[in-house]
């Protein structure tokens, strides 16, 4: 079976590429690489055998998409691609409506013209705002604080409307919490460009010596030691967790939600900690401000994949530290 992977070279795409190919699919990558390099290709060769058929292209190019479906029967599309920068998208609003909404609907356009009508699209946690409380359920109210939030908000409902009136499409929005770790053979982690905006990569590159300390945004959090908690979840978890989607869902018409989250929230220092111990080295830090927009306190209740998807995470906090290390350790400047 044939399965269109787009952002497929990215953090999240490369990781569910591996457990397709180890699973029997044959997937197709496409990727504009404007956060991601072609050599991830040769690592997931390095891991599976297999080199993925890979065209490069942007997802807002109709002509392209039809070139991609025409060449291959696809079955059903893993939805990766789109720009996360909440940052950038507060500086850059139209960029991220661009990318991530008009590139969603150019997507799925082509899908539509092309017969196929399976697609599992990469939502995020941040679609649930500030919850008034935790652990956060799917049918929670959603809003968006910052424009990455709205275009992913703002994707699942263009895609809930278009699943509406066209009821044999099957649509599966995959809420995440907070990726991170690295394949365990240490060939494929997260690499990002620039200094990184997420918690667990600033940690690796201290650990590593790119960075002489972590800021800590605030310690002043109604958490039990005062700094932000948030459900961490292994990344290869999470590529199994589309890979039970596509399973359990491509034959089931309807718009379905998911959580993809551990259920467990841990604090900044106690990731700062584990790390250390991983790393068998101290992380220096610092005490910041709390940071624009952060919440208190994010994470899942993952009943309803498990019961729904036959989907949990396995992995402990300890083996995402491990392989983050071990991926940051034997890459420390990422896909050189
Ligand atoms: P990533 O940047 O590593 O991967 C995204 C890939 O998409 C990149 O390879 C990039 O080159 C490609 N891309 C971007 N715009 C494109 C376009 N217009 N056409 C073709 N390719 C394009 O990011 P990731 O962490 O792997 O995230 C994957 C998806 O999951 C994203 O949609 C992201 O918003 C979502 N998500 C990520 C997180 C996270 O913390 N990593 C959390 C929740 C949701
Ligand atoms: N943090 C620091 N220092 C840093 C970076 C982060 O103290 O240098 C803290 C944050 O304040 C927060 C925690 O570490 O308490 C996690 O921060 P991340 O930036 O790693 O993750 P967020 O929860 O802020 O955001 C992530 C993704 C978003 C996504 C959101 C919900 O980056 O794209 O999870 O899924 F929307």
């Known amino acids: 079976m044939k399965v269109l992977v787009t952002g497929g070279t990215g953090y999240i795409g490369s990781h569910t590429c591996i457990q397709l190919i180890e ?3 044959t997937p197709v990558v496409i990727d504009n690489l404007c956060n991601s390099k072609e050599m991830v290709l040769d690592r997931i060769e390095q891991v599976t055998g297999v080199r993925p058929t890979f065209m490069q ?3 807002r190019d ?3 998409l039809k070139r991609v479906f025409a060449k291959h029967s696809i079955d059903s599309v893993i939805h990766f691609a789109g720009l996360k920068a909440v940052g950038e998208s507060v500086e850059k609003p139209l960029k991220y409506y661009d990318n991530n ?3 969603t609907l150019t997507l799925v356009s082509e899908m539509d013209l092309a017969g196929v009508k399976s697609l599992i699209f990469s939502s995020s946690a941040t679609v649930y705002g500030d919850p008034a409380s935790v652990p956060i359920k799917e049918d929670f109210p959603t809003s968006a604080t910052n424009p990455y939030g709205r275009s992913k908000l703002m994707v699942e409902e263009c895609l809930r409307d278009f699943q509406q009136a066209n009821l044999d499409w099957s649509i599966t929005l995959l809420r995440y919490f907070n990726p991170v770790g690295a394949h365990e053979s240490g060939l494929l982690g997260e690499d990002p460009q620039g200094t990184p905006n997420n918690l667990l990569p600033f940690v690796a590159q201290v650990a590593v010596g790119r960075r ?4 800590v945004f605030g310690n002043d959090y109604n958490t039990p ?3 932000g908690v948030r459900d961490y979840i292994h990344v290869v978890d999470l590529a199994d967790g589309h890979l039970a989607a596509l399973d359990k869902m491509k034959h089931q018409p309807g718009t379905h939600i998911f959580n993809l989250g551990t259920g467990q929230g841990n604090s900044v220092l106690e990731m700062v900690h584990a790390f250390e111990t991983a790393a068998n ?3 220096p830090y610092e005490i910041k401000p709390r940071r624009a927009g952060d919440i208190a306190e994010c994470y899942a209740d993952p009943t309803y994949a498990e019961a729904h998807l036959g989907w949990k995470a396995t992995r402990d906090l300890q083996t995402m530290v491990e392989d983050t290390w071990r991926w940051q350790s034997q890459n420390p400047n990422g896909y050189q």
Do not use: C, N
Request: hydrophobic content about 25%; proline content about 5%; glycine content about 22%.
């Open 225 to 227: 030691d005062g700094t």
């Open 23 to 25: 699973q029997g699919y």
């Open 62 to 64: 109709s002509a392209f």
């Open 212 to 215: 002489e300390k972590l800021g």
């Open 57 to 59: 292209g942007d997802i």
């Open 281 to 283: 080295r101290p992380i």
């Open 101 to 103: 909404v008009s590139g």
